[in-house]
């Protein structure tokens, strides 16, 4: 069984920060693409950053310059810095991650439940 764990979320003021972790945690026996996606209300679900394992990152047009993404291979976890939020960044933020399981074939993705960020005054 594997699980992503995501916490951090809640509400900001606009301009203000916030930091999302996720921690993978079960049987695992490597980790690809780690990532976030959002999901506005009564939008779909868009990419938001991802990191693959060997350093590669990919943000989203809309938070380049004010997001960063990390990873700790060591803990399977993988962090968002969200700096300068503006309301239109409120959405369930889920994690995402691609994992090979113990005693597995192939990758496999997997998603956290999610976690709200509000960002108003």
């Known amino acids: 069984q594997v699980q992503l764990v995501e916490s951090g979320g809640g509400l900001v003021q606009p301009g203000g920060s916030l930091r999302l972790s996720c921690a993978a945690s079960g049987s695992i026996f490597g980790v690809n693409v780690m990532g976030w996606y959002r999901q506005a209300p009564g939008k779909q679900r868009e990419l938001v950053a991802t990191?693959?394992?060997?350093?590669?990152?990919n943000y989203a047009d809309s938070v380049k310059g004010r997001f960063t993404i990390s990873r700790d291979n060591a803990k399977n976890t993988v962090y968002l810095q969200m700096n300068s939020l503006k309301p239109e960044d409120t959405a369930v933020y889920y994690c995402?991650?691609?994992?090979?399981?113990?005693?597995?074939?192939?990758?496999?993705?997997?998603w956290g439940k999610g976690t709200l960020v509000t960002v108003s005054s």
């Open positions: 990191t693959i394992s060997g350093g590669r990152i």
């Open positions: 995402t991650a691609n994992i090979l399981r113990t005693g597995g074939l192939v990758y496999m993705n997997y």
